[in-house]
């Protein structure tokens, strides 16, 4: 079963943007494939948990964040 997260690609973008690396140096660092990351930036797909905290770490936010629990980085 798959569930879609809710404005996970805007605060990815957002996350991204902020963080002073590129797209590329965020998929390579965190171990996302790049046709993974981007479906997860344009075509509305939600990762798996253990993505989500990759990402978190990589971007330095909180997987609260990139998951739209808490509005705060």
């Known amino acids: 079963v798959s569930y879609r997260?809710?404005?996970f690609d805007r605060r990815l973008k957002t996350a991204i943007?902020?963080?002073n690396l590129t797209v590329t140096e965020v998929?390579?660092?965190s171990g996302v494939s790049r046709s993974n990351m981007w479906g997860y930036m344009f075509d509305g797909v939600s990762?798996?948990?253990y993505t989500v905290k990759r990402l978190a770490i990589t971007l330095n936010v909180s997987?609260?964040?990139l998951l739209g629990i808490e509005g705060k980085k």
Request: charged share 25%.
């Open 63 to 65: 997987a609260d964040y």
């Open 17 to 19: 943007a902020n963080s």
């Open 5 to 7: 997260v809710d404005g």
């Open 27 to 29: 998929y390579r660092k």
């Open 47 to 49: 990762p798996s948990a």
